[in-house]
Protein backbone atom coordinates (compact mmCIF):
# COMPACT_ATOMS: atom_id res chain seq x y z
CA UNK A 1 0.00 0.00 0.00
CA UNK A 2 0.78 3.24 -0.42
CA UNK A 3 0.16 6.97 1.12
CA UNK A 4 1.60 10.42 0.02
CA UNK A 5 1.87 13.05 2.75
CA UNK A 6 0.67 16.56 3.05
CA UNK A 7 4.71 17.24 1.69
CA UNK A 8 4.69 15.00 -0.84
CA UNK A 9 6.97 11.97 0.59
CA UNK A 10 5.45 9.26 -0.50
CA UNK A 11 5.47 5.83 1.65
CA UNK A 12 4.99 2.68 0.34
CA UNK A 13 4.52 -0.63 2.56
CA UNK A 14 7.72 -3.22 1.34
CA UNK A 15 6.28 -6.24 3.12
CA UNK A 16 8.44 -8.49 1.39
CA UNK A 17 11.91 -6.55 2.87
CA UNK A 18 9.57 -5.93 6.07
CA UNK A 19 9.60 -2.48 5.77
CA UNK A 20 8.63 1.27 5.36
CA UNK A 21 10.33 3.12 2.16
CA UNK A 22 9.93 6.64 1.66
CA UNK A 23 10.57 8.61 -1.98
CA UNK A 24 10.40 12.27 -2.94
CA UNK A 25 7.62 12.76 -5.33
CA UNK A 26 9.88 12.62 -8.19
CA UNK A 27 10.27 8.94 -6.92
CA UNK A 28 14.05 9.03 -5.62
CA UNK A 29 14.47 6.81 -2.77
CA UNK A 30 14.88 9.04 0.61
CA UNK A 31 14.95 6.60 3.87
CA UNK A 32 13.43 3.58 4.93
CA UNK A 33 12.30 1.74 8.45
CA UNK A 34 11.33 -0.90 10.19
CA UNK A 35 13.25 -4.19 9.10
CA UNK A 36 14.59 -4.87 12.67
CA UNK A 37 14.29 -8.69 13.91
CA UNK A 38 13.11 -8.56 16.88
CA UNK A 39 12.05 -5.55 19.56
CA UNK A 40 10.35 -2.06 19.17
CA UNK A 41 10.00 -1.50 16.22
CA UNK A 42 10.57 -4.83 14.24
CA UNK A 43 7.92 -5.38 11.27
CA UNK A 44 6.95 -8.96 10.65
CA UNK A 45 4.22 -8.95 8.21
CA UNK A 46 3.51 -4.83 7.07
CA UNK A 47 -0.41 -5.01 5.89
CA UNK A 48 -1.45 -1.41 5.88
CA UNK A 49 0.11 2.65 6.17
CA UNK A 50 -2.29 5.35 6.98
CA UNK A 51 -0.87 8.66 8.15
CA UNK A 52 -2.58 11.36 10.40
CA UNK A 53 -3.02 14.84 10.68
CA UNK A 54 0.50 15.50 12.36
CA UNK A 55 2.29 13.45 9.43
CA UNK A 56 2.54 10.50 11.76
CA UNK A 57 2.84 6.97 9.98
CA UNK A 58 0.88 4.19 10.79
CA UNK A 59 1.14 0.69 10.50
CA UNK A 60 -0.70 -2.56 10.84
CA UNK A 61 1.38 -5.78 11.25
CA UNK A 62 -0.57 -8.81 10.64
CA UNK A 63 2.34 -11.09 12.30
CA UNK A 64 2.58 -9.10 15.39
CA UNK A 65 -0.94 -7.97 15.97
CA UNK A 66 -0.16 -4.76 16.41
CA UNK A 67 -0.24 -1.12 15.63
CA UNK A 68 3.22 0.59 15.38
CA UNK A 69 3.21 4.65 15.05
CA UNK A 70 6.51 6.10 13.51
CA UNK A 71 7.60 10.06 13.21
CA UNK A 72 7.52 11.67 9.50
CA UNK A 73 11.06 10.22 8.98
CA UNK A 74 10.99 7.03 10.51
CA UNK A 75 11.27 7.25 14.55
CA UNK A 76 9.00 5.13 16.44
CA UNK A 77 6.94 7.01 18.33
CA UNK A 78 4.44 4.12 19.98
CA UNK A 79 3.28 0.90 19.33
CA UNK A 80 0.24 -1.15 20.38
CA UNK A 81 -1.83 -4.30 20.24
CA UNK A 82 -1.69 -7.83 20.87
CA UNK A 83 -2.74 -11.23 20.46
CA UNK A 84 -6.48 -11.58 21.45
CA UNK A 85 -9.98 -10.85 21.18
CA UNK A 86 -10.36 -8.26 24.01
CA UNK A 87 -10.64 -4.58 23.14
CA UNK A 88 -7.21 -3.47 22.24
CA UNK A 89 -6.56 -6.97 20.98
CA UNK A 90 -6.30 -8.22 17.12
CA UNK A 91 -5.79 -10.87 15.34
CA UNK A 92 -4.21 -10.31 11.78
CA UNK A 93 -4.81 -6.49 11.40
CA UNK A 94 -5.27 -5.76 8.04
CA UNK A 95 -6.34 -2.41 6.97
CA UNK A 96 -5.96 0.79 8.73
CA UNK A 97 -7.78 4.51 7.99
CA UNK A 98 -7.33 7.99 9.87
CA UNK A 99 -9.95 10.27 9.33
CA UNK A 100 -9.70 14.17 9.65
CA UNK A 101 -10.36 14.00 13.49
CA UNK A 102 -7.55 11.45 14.03
CA UNK A 103 -9.52 8.95 14.76
CA UNK A 104 -8.06 5.52 13.55
CA UNK A 105 -10.17 2.72 12.15
CA UNK A 106 -8.55 -0.84 12.49
CA UNK A 107 -9.55 -4.23 10.04
CA UNK A 108 -9.23 -6.98 13.05
CA UNK A 109 -9.55 -9.76 10.53
CA UNK A 110 -9.85 -12.96 12.25
CA UNK A 111 -12.05 -10.99 14.93
CA UNK A 112 -14.82 -9.71 12.46
CA UNK A 113 -14.53 -6.57 13.55
CA UNK A 114 -13.73 -2.82 13.09
CA UNK A 115 -11.83 -1.00 15.76
CA UNK A 116 -11.73 2.61 16.69
CA UNK A 117 -8.71 4.43 18.43
CA UNK A 118 -7.72 7.72 18.98
CA UNK A 119 -4.23 8.95 18.97
CA UNK A 120 -3.81 11.85 21.38
CA UNK A 121 -0.50 13.89 21.54
CA UNK A 122 0.46 16.23 23.65
CA UNK A 123 -0.78 19.69 21.60
CA UNK A 124 -3.85 18.11 21.74
CA UNK A 125 -4.78 17.51 25.45
Known amino acids: ?5 KNDTIY ?3 AFH ?3 QAFDIDGNF ?3 FGPKKAGMGAMARPRDIALDSEGNIYITDAMRNNVQIYSSTGDLLLQFGEVGNAPG ?4 PAGIYIDKNDYIYIADSVNRRIQVFKYITAAKK
Do not use: M, N, W
Not at 89 to 92: A, C, K, S
Open 89 to 92: QFQL
Open 12 to 14: VVD
Open 1 to 5: TVQIS
Open 18 to 20: FAV
Open 30 to 32: LFS
